[in-house]
């Protein structure tokens, strides 16, 4: 079986890069990614712990098949991510 062409999987990157920028907790932080090179690793232009968000929140949705949404976020990271935080705001959800 051939591989789809990529012609019909590709992301448009500047579609991505504000994606990546609108869910960011602190948007002004995650700017940089509106004007990298596509091929520069994210953990180099934002906080570490903003790219570990984006995927915890994936994996919360998948998980407990709750929505997260941004003021949710918002509040679990103020003042720093906590694994209470976290639970508190899927229970929360729930």
């Known amino acids: ?3 789809a062409p990529m012609a019909n999987t590709r992301v448009d990157i500047d579609a991505l890069r504000q994606l990546i920028v609108d869910a960011a907790p602190d948007p002004a932080l995650a700017e940089p ?3 990298c090179d596509p091929d520069t690793l994210l953990d180099t232009l934002i906080p570490f712990s903003s790219v ?3 995927g915890v929140i994936v994996a919360v949705e998948d998980t407990y098949r ?3 949404t941004k003021p949710m ?3 679990a990271l103020t003042g720093g991510a906590t694994l209470h935080k976290l639970a508190r705001m ?3 959800a729930r």
Do not use: G, K, P
């Open 90 to 92: 899927i229970e929360a």
């Open 73 to 75: 976020i918002v509040q």
């Open 1 to 3: 079986m051939t591989a």
């Open 33 to 35: 990614v509106l004007h």
């Open 52 to 54: 570990i968000v984006l």
């Open 66 to 68: 709750i929505a997260v």
